[in-house]
C-alpha cells in the first residue's frame, strides 16, 4: 500500500478548532461541552479547497468500573527475531501483562513457520498470570514467518468470549520482517487483517522493529482497523518498551468510545480526505479517545462555498463505563473570506509543525533506491523549507515552535548524513509524524 494512500495532502492554508470535553466519569456523568477557537486561516482566491481540522481535547480523569478489556498479543517469532528483538518482546508482553487490571483477558500468540497458541485468552487472575509471564519467558524463535496464520490464531481467540460486554478488543503485533510463509503477497494480507477487524470487532495495533519490514503495510493495517502503528529502532531495543507501554495505558484509559463527528457542510461542498478517523456519509468514525489528550481532526472540504456559513457538527460517543450513548450538536465558524495567514500565537506553532512534517512525509519517498544526488538534492530543497520556517518563528514568538526548529535543522542533517540508511531514515520521519497526529498528552 502506497503511503501517499494513508497521508492526507493537507494546503497550506488551515483552520483549526478546539473542541473540548470538560466532563468527568462517575456515577452521573456530565454532559460534554464544546467551545471552538481560530487557529489559523488563509484562502486565497486560486484555492477550489480548504482544509479544516477538529482538535478533540480531553481531561486527565481516567474512567472506573469499566467493562474488561481483550487483549491478544501476536508476535512475530522467526529466526530473524534472534536476540534484541525478541527479549525486547517478551519485555513488552510482561509490561502489559502487569498494567492490565484482574477483570481484563490476555492472550499470546506466536508466529513463526506455523502460528502457536502460548497463552489462550482468559481471564486475569492470580494463576493465569503466573502462567502467562511463564509462558511469556519460554517464547523461543524458529524459521519462516507466517503472518497470515499468526493474525488468524490472534483473532479466533476472541470468538471464545463472543457476546461478553467489553471495553474493546485489541490485537498487538510485533514483527521485524515480512512474511515468508502462507499468504506473502502485502495486499491480501491487509485485505486479511481488515477482514479479520471486521469479523471480530478487533483494532490492530502494529510495533515494526529495526528496518527490514515494509512500513506503509503496517501503517496501513493500523490505520484500516483503528489502531495505532510503532517503530522501535534498533540501538533503541534494550530495555525500550515505551510505545508498548503507551499503547496499553491509552486503550485502559479510554475517556469516550465510538466517537462519531457528522459535520453539516455548505450546499455544493463536500468533505474529502480525511486524515484522522474514516469518512462514510460525511461522518467521521474517531473510535476511542483517551483521557488527557489532545486529538487533532483534519479533512478537506472541496467545493468553495459561495458565502460564509456555520458548519454544523453533530457529535455521537458512548460512555466507557456503562457504554450509554451521548450526543451533542454545535455550530461553528468558518471564514470563507480571502486574505493572507493569521498567525495565533496560541495555536498555529502546532500547525505549522504538523504541517511541514505531512510535506516531508509525502516527499521523503524520492529518496528510496535513488543515488546519492537525490538525497542530498532534497537536503537541499528541506534547507531551504527550515530557513522559511525561521522567518515563520519569529513571528510567532513560540519556544515550541522555536525548539521545532531545531528538530527540523537536526532532521536535514540527518537527510543529508548518507551514513544513516535510507531506509532507516525513511521510517523514523513516518513515525515521527505519526506521533503527532495521534494526539499530544
Not at 525486547?88 to 506466536?110: E, P, W
Request: proline share 3%.
Amino acid at each position: 500500500m502506497k503511503i501517499q494512500d494513508i497521508l492526507l495532502r493537507l494546503h497550506s492554508c488551515l483552520l483549526i478548532m478546539v473542541l473540548f470535553f470538560p466532563f468527568s466519569y462517575s456515577e452521573n456523568v456530565k454532559e460534554l461541552t464544546v467551545t471552538g477557537g481560530l487557529m489559523y486561516t488563509s484562502w486565497v482566491e486560486s484555492d477550489k479547497s480548504i482544509a479544516c481540522g477538529l482538535t478533540i481535547e480531553t481531561p486527565s480523569t481516567t474512567p472506573t468500573g469499566r467493562y474488561p478489556l481483550q487483549v491478544v498479543l501476536v508476535i512475530d517469532a522467526s529466526r530473524k527475531m534472534e536476540g534484541a528483538a525478541i527479549q525486547n518482546a517478551k519485555t513488552c508482553a510482561k509490561n502489559i501483562l502487569d498494567k492490565l487490571l484482574d477483570t481484563d483477558m490476555f492472550g499470546l500468540i506466536t508466529y513463526s513457520k506455523y502460528a502457536r497458541i502460548v497463552s489462550p485468552l482468559q481471564p486475569l487472575n492470580a494463576n493465569n498470570r503466573r502462567n502467562a509471564a511463564s509462558a511469556i519467558s519460554r517464547i523461543k524463535y524458529d524459521v519462516g514467518r507466517n503472518l497470515s496464520d499468526g493474525l488468524k490464531k490472534g483473532a479466533e481467540q476472541f470468538s471464545k468470549f463472543k457476546g461478553q460486554r467489553s471495553a474493546g478488543y485489541h490485537i498487538l503485533l510485533f514483527t521485524n520482517g515480512e512474511a515468508t510463509v502462507g499468504t506473502t503477497d502485502l495486499s491480501q494480507l491487509q485485505s486479511l487483517a481488515i477482514d479479520l477487524s471486521n469479523e471480530y470487532d478487533i483494532r490492530i495495533s502494529t510495533f515494526g522493529y529495526d528496518r527490514f519490514y515494509n512500513e506503509d503495510f503496517l501503517i496501513g493495517v493500523a490505520k484500516k482497523t483503528d489502531g495505532r502503528a510503532y517503530f522501535i529502532e534498533e540501538e533503541k531495543m534494550a530495555g525500550m518498551t515505551y510505545p508498548a507501554d503507551k499503547e496499553i495505558k491509552r486503550i485502559m484509559e479510554t475517556y469516550a468510545n465510538d466517537v462519531t463527528l457528522e459535520i453539516i457542510i455548505p450546499s455544493g461542498s463536500e468533505i474529502k480526505d480525511v486524515y484522522i478517523g474514516k469518512l462514510e456519509d460525511e461522518k467521521i468514525t474517531i473510535g476511542k479517545v483517551q483521557a488527557g489528550i489532545k486529538l487533532p481532526v483534519n479533512f478537506d472540504i472541496v467545493g468553495r462555498p459561495s458565502r460564509r456559513k456555520d458548519l454544523e457538527i453533530n457529535i455521537e460517543y458512548a460512555e466507557p463505563v456503562r457504554l450509554s450513548p451521548r450526543k451533542k450538536r454545535i455550530y461553528l465558524d468558518i471564514p470563507l473570506s480571502s486574505g493572507e495567514p493569521e498567525y495565533d500565537e496560541k495555536f498555529a506553532p502546532e500547525l505549522v509543525e504538523f504541517n511541514t512534517y505531512l510535506d516531508v512525509v509525502e516527499t521523503i519517498e524520492k529518496i528510496r533506491g535513488k543515488d546519492k544526488s537525490v538525497r542530498i538534492k532534497y537536503a537541499d530543497e528541506f534547507k531551504e523549507t527550515v530557513k522559511k520556517l525561521e522567518h515563520v518563528d519569529v513571528k510567532l514568538h513560540s519556544d515550541y515552535f522555536s525548539e521545532c526548529v531545531k528538530h527540523f535543522w537536526q532532521l536535514h542533517r540527518d537527510i543529508e548524513n548518507a551514513a544513516i540508511e535510507e531506509e532507516l531514515l525513511i521510517k523514523r520521519i513516518k513515525y515521527k509524524f505519526l506521533e503527532l497526529i495521534y494526539g499530544k498528552q
